[in-house]
């Protein structure tokens, strides 16, 4: 069953208790920075997503970022209602409690080869190390397109050597354990709350597995769904696939907050 906005506000608003809305972290609830570290959430983003979480079934923010960064970064407490998922699902948050398995082995064994392999690169070059997964980062070189295409082949080979994914993002080329991704997480959230209603945004191509997962629910389950792009004018980066595949496109960050404050004043 194919929907659309207006199909998925009126099933929310008809039965907000089935409802979950999940949404992505960086260029969705904050806008895209050079330096990781410097994210901060869109004014009203985190007291937004608190109220819906009162009145609807879920909210869930699905990140790459390890999930106790996610909840530093947006203040969150344990008395919080929002659930954290970090490293695509692979770790959970909630109300304090953080669930995360162990790293992978091949993690540790490409963090000292993926040191050397970039030492020589751009000084703009980066690599974000998120004990979980290893995050190479061109933003900051001088042409950051040609910068990742100079690594690409590279980072692909020690991602198959040490049995990981080489997962490109908006000037990131990630590598991380296989078969974690957001779609899995999306799949385990409406499992555990018998979601009947499922809103994902996103902005970036790690959010493509939880769009298709709201298709193969729409379609497999009957669920009433409705994926959401965060697209910021600005931002001249973002895959068009993205932009192409959702049913809904917003500008950024503070569209983004504004939309979800609409909901709460509908609710």
Do not use: N
């Amino acid at each position: 069953m194919v929907t659309g906005p207006t199909e998925a506000v009126a099933a929310l608003l008809d039965d907000p208790a089935s409802a979950l809305i999940a949404v992505d972290f960086d260029g969705t609830l904050a806008a895209i920075v050079d330096r990781p570290e410097d994210a901060r959430p869109a004014v009203g983003a985190v007291a937004v997503l608190v109220e819906l979480a009162r009145r609807v079934g879920g909210v869930a923010i699905i990140s790459g970022r390890p999930a106790d960064e996610v909840v530093r970064l947006a203040g969150l407490t344990p008395q919080s209602p929002i659930r954290v998922l970090g490293h695509y699902g692979l770790q959970r948050w909630r109300a304090g409690s953080l669930e995360s398995p162990a790293p992978v082995t091949g993690v540790d064994l490409a963090r000292d080869r993926l040191s050397a392999l970039v030492a020589g690169t751009d000084p703009g070059v980066r690599v974000e190390d998120k004990t979980h997964s290893l995050a190479v980062h061109t933003r900051g070189a001088a042409r950051p397109d040609e910068a990742l295409e100079h690594l690409r082949a590279d980072l692909v080979a020690l991602a198959e050597e040490y049995d990981l994914e080489a997962v490109p993002g908006r000037y990131v080329i990630e590598l991380r354990p296989s078969g974690s991704d957001k779609g899995g997480a999306v799949r385990r959230l409406v499992a555990e709350l018998d979601s009947r209603t499922v809103i994902y945004i996103g902005d970036d191509l790690g959010d493509l597995p939880a769009y298709d997962a709201v298709d193969s629910l729409r379609r497999e389950s009957g669920v009433v769904g409705l994926t959401v792009a965060s697209v910021d004018p600005r931002d001249h980066d973002v895959p068009m696939e993205v932009r192409e595949r959702a049913d809904l496109v917003l500008a950024g960050p503070t569209a983004v907050v504004a939309w979800l404050h609409g909901l709460a004043a509908m609710l």
